[in-house]
């Protein structure tokens, strides 16, 4: 169908007419319910417009700022649960919680919760507060952290919460060396490709710090101090090691490279109260002087007496841990973390041989 030409002229100037005389109504509309918005008065009873309030009277009451408080007090565990830091080294016998645990499994949460009640009071629990891509499981307060998107932050602070006040051990453990997020921002920390077109990647995605950088060693440090000013009487620094691989540039000697940061890492956190230990992938790693750990994983039930019998450390009853998935009773001997998923099976064996 063919409208004139004069039609579809009036037509549109019909349409701008009608489009202006929309925009003014809505601007009106608005102007006219901004307006209306200091009549307005909310009661018990739901919303209701006042014309004869003045647009300055307050109604209600006026809030006052809380008078601040000097003194803030201070709770002391001086009971028979207290854990004395200040003494040597002991064996630990105990559990961990892995962040995998709680993220794959969210029901996990409350089943540990009960199981944490039911541990006696000194009973070790290391739970993984910061992971190899570099994110926090907790809410940090460090300017370069990165919160993780994954974790229920609320859970983990109760679970971390629970392990404080039931009077455990309580054990931090956190990637050191593979860090995903700060060697992003951080370049000149991590570890080159041989090509030095940027930093080498893993095939899990996650870079790896160069241990004798002096950024890497103080971005640990901060990690570690903030930890410990959460109240954890031990720090574990897992992924204290080289990756295993030759396509990196580093010219050095690595196991000389470790130590010294083992040792610098040590004498800036550890203290006579605080353990600074480390989780590495080889047995005969040496540790540092001081209060500190050695951490082994994926060792083999078969060959934990023949690996404890070749690691040559001072006191290896005390300062030797194998973390196991299981309950295999071949690890009973020696230092261990078991996960606290196989808690309610060892705890069980453990009442059954006290019987």
Same mark, same amino acid.
């Given at each position: 169908?063919?409208?004139?030409? %004069?039609?579809?002229?009036?037509?549109?100037?019909?349409?701008?007419?009608?489009?202006?005389?929309?925009?003014?109504?809505?601007?009106?509309?608005?102007?006219?319910?901004?307006?209306?918005?200091? !009549?307005?008065?909310?009661? #018990?009873?739901?919303?209701?417009?006042?014309?004869?309030?003045?647009?300055?009277?307050?109604?209600?009451?006026?809030?006052?700022?809380?008078?601040?408080?000097?003194?803030?007090?201070?709770?002391?565990?001086?009971?028979?649960?207290?854990?004395?830091?200040?003494?040597?080294?002991?064996?630990?016998?105990?559990?961990?919680?892995?962040?995998?645990?709680?993220? *794959?499994?969210?029901?996990?949460?409350?089943?540990?919760?009960?199981?944490?009640?039911?541990?006696?009071?000194?009973?070790?629990?290391?739970?993984?507060?910061?992971?190899?891509?570099?994110?926090?499981?907790?809410?940090?307060?460090?300017?370069?952290?990165? $919160?993780?998107?994954?974790?229920?932050?609320?859970?983990?602070?109760?679970?971390?919460?629970?392990?404080?006040?039931?009077?455990?051990? @309580?054990? /931090?453990?956190?990637? /050191?060396?593979?860090? %995903?997020?700060?060697?992003?921002?951080?370049?000149?920390?991590?570890?080159?490709?041989?090509?030095?077109?940027?930093?080498?990647?893993?095939?899990?995605?996650?870079?790896?710090? #160069?241990?004798?950088?002096?950024?890497?060693?103080?971005?640990?440090?901060?990690?570690?101090?903030?930890?410990?000013?959460?109240?954890?009487?031990?720090?574990?620094?897992?992924?204290?090691?080289?990756?295993?691989?030759?396509?990196?540039?580093? *010219?050095?000697?690595?196991?000389?490279?470790?130590?010294?940061? /083992?040792?610098?890492?040590?004498? /800036?956190?550890?203290?006579?109260?605080?353990?600074?230990?480390?989780?590495?992938?080889?047995?005969?790693?040496?540790?540092?002087?001081?209060?500190?750990?050695?951490?082994?994983? #994926?060792?083999? @039930?078969?060959?934990?007496?023949? $690996?404890?019998?070749?690691?040559?450390?001072?006191?290896?009853?005390?300062?030797?841990?194998?973390?196991?998935?299981?309950?295999?009773?071949? !690890?009973?001997?020696?230092?261990?973390? %078991?996960?606290?998923?196989?808690?309610?099976?060892?705890?069980?064996?453990?009442?059954?041989?006290?019987?």
């Amino acid at each position: 169908m063919n409208i004139p030409y %004069r039609t579809r002229r009036k037509l549109k100037i019909l349409g701008t007419i009608a489009m202006v005389l929309i925009l003014v109504f809505c601007v009106t509309w608005l102007c006219w319910v901004i307006w209306l918005q200091r !009549y307005v008065v909310y009661t #018990d009873e739901g919303a209701s417009l006042d014309f004869n309030r003045s647009a300055n009277e307050v109604i209600g009451e006026v809030p006052e700022a809380p008078v601040a408080s000097l003194e803030v007090p201070i709770y002391y565990n001086e009971g028979a649960n207290a854990i004395d830091t200040e003494q040597e080294l002991v064996k630990l016998s105990g559990y961990y919680i892995s962040n995998e645990m709680l993220v *794959n499994t969210p029901a996990n949460v409350e089943r540990f919760k009960l199981q944490i009640q039911r541990l006696d009071a000194g009973t070790p629990v290391m739970i993984e507060m910061k992971g190899p891509f570099g994110s926090f499981f907790y809410q940090s307060g460090l300017g370069d952290a990165v $919160i993780s998107q994954s974790t229920d932050l609320t859970a983990m602070s109760e679970l971390v919460n629970l392990i404080q006040s039931k009077g455990c051990y @309580a054990i /931090a453990q956190i990637s /050191a060396f593979r860090d %995903r997020s700060f060697g992003d921002t951080h370049v000149p920390s991590g570890l080159y490709m041989l090509n030095r077109r940027g930093l080498w990647m893993d095939e899990g995605g996650m870079y790896w710090l #160069d241990p004798t950088n002096a950024t890497t060693i103080s971005w640990i440090t901060s990690v570690v101090e903030e930890l410990k000013g959460m109240g954890f009487n031990e720090v574990v620094l897992a992924d204290f090691c080289f990756p295993d691989t030759d396509q990196i540039i580093f *010219n050095g000697d690595k196991d000389q490279a470790l130590a010294e940061a /083992a040792q610098k890492l040590l004498s /800036a956190c550890g203290t006579e109260k605080f353990t600074l230990s480390f989780c590495v992938n080889d047995y005969t790693f040496p540790l540092p002087e001081g209060r500190c750990r050695m951490y082994l994983r #994926d060792v083999n @039930a078969p060959r934990v007496g023949e $690996i404890a019998a070749k690691v040559e450390i001072e006191d290896p009853d005390a300062r030797l841990v194998f973390l196991c998935a299981s309950g295999d009773t071949r !690890y009973d001997d020696y230092g261990v973390l %078991r996960a606290m998923t196989v808690a309610e099976e060892v705890e069980a064996r453990k009442a059954n041989m006290s019987e």
